[in-house]
């Protein structure tokens, strides 16, 4: 069941500044040649990496708290949660060298 401050994000874009600034980042470490490995302590940190990752940050509490105004009850992990699954789609679609996160065929719309 989808939950409310789901259709609000999904109805408004609402995500979709977190989402294309997540792309960009997917990119960056593409280009760099860097694995999921390194995603979790990079080797060099480039200035446009350091940037989007501060822009996605913002992005994120800003997003929060403005679904926080519109519902109060909203739990922060359970946003995160939500979260973390569209970017899931995002390593789908941009993969890392040597990652984890490849797609077995083109038509494979399932997500792991």
Do not use: C
């Amino acid at each position: 069941m989808t939950k409310h401050y789901e259709k609000y994000i999904t109805t408004l874009n609402a995500g979709e500044d977190i989402l294309n600034t997540y792309r960009d980042l997917r990119r960056a470490f593409q280009r760099e040649g860097w694995t999921e490995k390194d995603l979790e302590k990079p080797p060099y940190y480039p200035s446009d990496i350091m940037r989007n990752f501060q822009r996605f940050s913002d992005l994120q509490t800003k997003l929060f708290f403005e679904l926080k105004s519109f519902f109060p009850d909203i739990d922060y992990n359970e946003f995160v949660d939500y979260l973390r699954n569209k970017l899931k789609e995002i390593n789908l679609e941009i993969p890392l060298e040597n990652g984890d996160n490849k797609r077995r065929n083109n038509w494979d719309e399932d997500f792991e």
